[in-house]
């Protein structure tokens, strides 16, 4: 029930989630679902697109599976360990599951995150750990929140009187006992939420790329990473006698602490992030896997799941991070802004002329990493859908939820013709011309 198009692309694995065979220019004028069965031949585009289907007989097709039973022999594949090669036509139910289930940890994130102004834990996180995941209705999750994760922008504003300080930004937490039979594995998960601050908001606009320089025996300079995440990851309250240690810092002293507390167990390593979550998750594979914190002779895997997020980093970013195993999968909405951005224009897509040569400033070019799997959903009356996330895991839970409704288009193009009907009336030109134009792109859409 799916198609698969092959064309030269040797940058992205692209995977587009799809209720029907084929992708489509989204609409914008209502919920768009997944699009309508056309000739073959259009599938062929300027990309490789492998489209997953959801429907119901895609999924009777898949290879026999039990989904409560077989993610204890599967989960490796499940992480990435084939690039999630066979399992992504059509979507497998393991997959979809414990994408859905990580989601749902970085929306635990947001849940917990206190936005009153008046609280006296503002900016912070509003439960202990221990209460954490049970204050926010995942009790039953199986995992146990064993640190909490601040970030500090080394960013001021000119009117800003005190230094940056620390905030939550999302947690570490170890699967338990019970769940390490279920899992096959005993699962370190590391979370982290989206841009809330101001100074947050700052990093992800400075679009420049810097050398990470993570590894101190090797700095590689071709390696570079966006100047703003980097910075949130790498700075510290280092003018503070008692300030907070970087990001960097707070997590890889968890992550190598509960290495060698599970050492000789299985482990897997679980990043996952929405937004600026999605970089700093990144990064810190990257980081982990470039200075070596894994246990090697276990293979443990280092898995970034990534929600709406931007790209991070160059070409020598992208390729370094294939080097050293660290598998990404992109969980994106066609529609959605954030993970167009940045380097609208110098991207993957611009670096090569023709598919061969290699332009001059491809170093400067940024690039996704991993294999993309592409939703596509859109409101007219909810436009900040198109980045929220728990309109990501729900159209992943139900997928035929978020359907095309033509009454919506319906209303509009009649509001089109009146506002057409009532220029002619009045002879007003532009009002005029600026509804013939709507109602004709309504229609274009609708078609």
Not at 425 to 437: D, E, I, K, V
């Amino acid at each position: 029930m799916a198609s698969t198009n092959i064309v030269p692309n040797p940058n992205m694995k692209h995977v587009t989630f799809s209720e029907n065979i084929r992708t489509t220019r989204s609409h914008s004028f209502a919920q768009v679902p997944l699009p309508k069965k056309t000739d073959q031949a259009a599938n062929y585009s300027a990309r490789v697109s492998v489209v997953a289907s959801l429907v119901a007989t895609a999924l009777k097709t898949a290879r026999p599976t039990k989904t409560r039973t077989s993610l204890s022999r599967l989960w490796r594949e499940i992480q990435g360990s084939n690039d999630w090669e066979d399992l992504v036509q059509p979507l497998h139910p393991l997959l979809r599951r414990e994408i859905v289930r990580y989601g749902e940890f970085v929306n635990a994130c947001y849940k917990a995150f206190d936005l009153d102004p008046t609280s006296k834990r503002y900016l912070n996180c509003k439960y202990g750990k221990k209460n954490m995941l049970r204050e926010v209705g995942m009790e039953t999750s199986g995992y146990e929140v064993t640190k909490y994760i601040y970030a500090t922008p080394d960013i001021n504003f000119p009117i800003q009187t005190a230094a940056s300080c620390g905030r939550w930004i999302g947690y570490v937490a170890v699967s338990s006992d019970d769940s390490v039979r279920k899992l096959g594995r005993r699962d370190i998960v590391i979370t982290f939420r989206g841009t809330v601050t101001n100074p947050e908001w700052i990093a992800n606009l400075m679009s420049s790329l810097t050398p990470a320089r993570l590894d101190p025996h090797n700095t590689r300079p071709d390696v570079k990473v966006e100047a703003g995440f980097l910075s949130l990851y790498t700075s510290d309250e280092s003018e503070s006698k008692f300030g907070l240690g970087s990001c960097r810092e707070q997590l890889l002293s968890e992550v190598s602490r509960l290495s060698t507390k599970y050492k000789g167990e299985e482990l897997s390593i679980t990043l996952a992030g929405h937004s600026m979550g999605s970089s700093l998750a990144l990064l810190l594979a990257y980081d982990i896997a470039e200075l070596g914190l894994i246990d090697k002779e276990n293979s443990t895997p280092i898995t970034v799941f990534s929600f709406g997020g931007p790209r991070v980093g160059n070409s020598g970013f992208k390729q370094r991070c294939e080097k050293l195993g660290v598998k990404v999968l992109r969980i994106v909405n066609v529609n959605d802004p954030i993970t167009k951005m940045p380097g609208v224009v110098f991207n993957e897509n611009f670096r090569v002329l023709g598919g061969r040569y290699e332009l001059p400033w491809s170093c400067s070019c940024y690039a996704h990493v991993g294999v993309e799997l592409v939703l596509d959903f859109f409101n007219v009356q909810n436009l900040s859908c198109v980045h929220d996330l728990e309109t990501y895991i729900s159209l992943l839970k139900c997928p035929k939820r978020l359907h095309f409704q033509r009454d919506n288009v319906d209303i509009l193009i009649n509001r089109a013709r009146e506002m057409l009907v009532s220029a002619q009336q009045f002879n007003m030109l532009p009002w005029r011309s600026a509804a013939g134009n709507m109602e004709r792109l309504v229609h274009s859409q609708k078609t």
